[in-house]
């Protein structure tokens, strides 16, 4: 068993199993398991989005909006990157100066378009100065 799980382990795995029935005959059984990444993570507007993405099976990533409505496609091992404000550094997907319309879900697919991991992106914001701004407003 493996206990030192890494994002380039997702992927799909494949059990083939032989065995001996109670007739003495040789059976096989094939399963398949797909292992997929899951996670949250909150950044600042302004900020740089750091997801990584390439896995030597990622085929794409999409980013469906917020509301889960839009689907588009940020990169792609073809075609590279799909905006100027996007790069690849260290295995990374860069995206430079956060903004709203960055959040949403970001899904790493293979060729299959099986997903290899997901991450969920929303724009953090920052409490302290929000409460420091009122109370400097409120003291005026």
């Not at 032989?18 to 292992?35: C, F, G, N, P, S």
């Not at 100066?97 to 991450?119: S, W």
């Amino acid at each position: 068993m493996k206990n030192d799980l890494r994002l380039s382990d997702a992927g799909k795995y494949i059990l083939r199993v032989h065995y001996t029935d109670t007739q003495a005959e040789v059976k096989r059984q094939i399963k398949t398991y797909r292992l997929l990444f899951q996670d949250e993570i909150s950044v600042k507007k302004g900020e740089e989005l750091k997801l990584d993405v390439q896995l030597s099976n990622a085929y794409k990533v999409v980013h469906w909006t917020k509301r889960g409505t839009e689907r588009k496609e940020d990169w792609n091992k073809s075609h590279g990157v799909r905006s100027d404000r996007m790069t690849i550094r260290d295995g990374n997907l860069i995206i430079n100066n956060f903004t709203a319309t960055d959040a949403g879900t970001y899904e790493v697919l293979d060729t299959e378009g099986e997903i290899l991991i997901m991450v969920t992106v929303t724009e953090s914001k920052d409490k302290i100065n929000y409460f420091n701004d009122d109370i400097q407003q409120h003291s005026k």
